[in-house]
T-cell receptor
């Protein structure tokens, strides 16, 4: 399995500021994912972050708003830039580990609960 | 594209009641199917899985059977406990360009009262 930690666990921020969320994994993984979970909603993939290459963003998400770093195989950051109240969400980091070649099991961090005033 | 549709919540039950949360999928072929659980204040955890049609996944008293005839993967538990209160997500994997990512249902909030 994989143990994932995120910092901060929660934060309250002012409109127009930026917050960087850290994700640390206890093993080396190739693929890391950042999801957003808006209040009462399901999870939406923001981007896929592979070490050694630029992040791949899903439709509706752009690098200027959600810059991502992936400096090594155990760490990634997601920045939420120029925040507005609509960015209030839980942000989750996840990784994939192969399980016997049949399927890839995905592990999630505890999430960062962001409130923008 | 592939997707899952999950019954709307919230679901409120008394302890020891029977639980069913419906999930249907749309996909070509037979993808793996998952149920994830999110306890209050925590991230998602894999609850159970089925990797091929007709498989039954089970864990912690929960079961789900992969039924290709009805394209369903309903979650069931015979006797729920207060500690089962959580949000439950049905999911299937992306088999296209973003391997490793999951498509999630909207989530079903379960509250169990003593």
């Amino acid at each position: 399995s994989a143990v994932i930690s995120q910092k901060p666990s929660r934060d309250i921020c002012q409109r127009g500021t930026s917050l960087t969320i850290q994700c640390q994994v206890d093993s080396q993984v190739t693929m890391m994912f950042w999801y957003r979970q808006q209040p009462g909603q399901s999870l939406t993939l923001i981007a896929t972050a592979n070490q050694g290459s630029e992040a791949t963003y899903e439709s509706g998400f752009v690098i200027d708003k959600f810059p991502i770093s992936r400096p090594n195989l155990t760490f990634s950051t997601l920045t939420v830039s120029n925040m507005s109240p609509e960015d209030s969400s839980i942000y989750l980091c996840s990784v994939t580990l192969r399980r016997g070649g049949i399927y890839n099991e995905q592990f999630f961090g505890p999430g960062t609960r962001l409130t923008v005033l | 594209g592939d997707s899952v549709t999950q019954m709307e919540g919230p679901v409120t039950l008394s302890e020891e009641a029977f639980l069913t949360i419906n999930c249907t999928y749309t996909a070509t072929g037979y993808p793996s199917l998952f149920w994830y659980v999110q306890y209050p204040g925590e991230g998602l955890q894999l609850l159970l899985k089925a990797t091929k049609a007709d498989d039954k996944g089970s864990n912690k008293g929960f079961e789900a059977t992969y039924r290709k005839e009805t394209t369903s993967f309903h979650l069931e538990k015979g006797s729920v406990q207060v500690s089962d209160s959580a949000v439950y997500f049905c999911a299937l994997p992306d088999r296209g360009s973003t391997l490793g990512r999951l498509y999630f249902g909207r989530g079903t909030q379960l509250t169990v009262w003593p």
